[in-house]
């Protein structure tokens, strides 16, 4: 069993930034597919970011050049870097995790991912 836990979140304005991060339970990282997932209200949960198996990134078109994700794996942390954000950013924020092998084009799928934290809630104000 992986536990996720996110932090990080927060409200500010068009054109800020913030960071979020995520700790595992275990050591997880390493063997594991890992990504930040959002959900705005009324909307379906979508990927965002996320690093494969092989450490590979890969971001929704929507957030490219704009948000990095990172891992920490001392730390057994997950970074979401999100810069310039956009009122069409806010959503509640997820990481997940799973230890199976994912097809690249399935990377941003939430239905791949087995473990999930519980969320941090990210507003962004015009």
């Known amino acids: 069993q992986v536990t996720l836990v996110e932090s990080g979140g927060g409200s500010v304005q068009t054109g800020g930034s913030l960071r979020l991060s995520c700790v595992a339970s275990t050591y997880t990282y390493r063997y594991y597919n890992v990504a930040w997932f959002r959900q705005a209200p009324g909307k379906e949960r979508e990927g965002v970011a996320v690093?494969?198996?092989?450490?590979?990134?890969a971001y929704a078109d929507s957030v490219k050049g704009r948000f990095a994700i990172s891992q920490d794996r001392a730390k057994k942390t997950l970074y979401l870097q999100m810069n310039t954000l956009k009122p069409e950013d806010t959503a509640m924020y997820y990481c997940a995790a799973d230890p199976a092998p994912i097809e690249w084009r399935f990377l941003l799928r939430k239905d791949e991912y087995k473990y999930w934290g519980q969320g941090t809630q990210v507003t962004v104000s015009s």
């Open positions: 690093i494969d198996l092989d450490g590979v990134p």
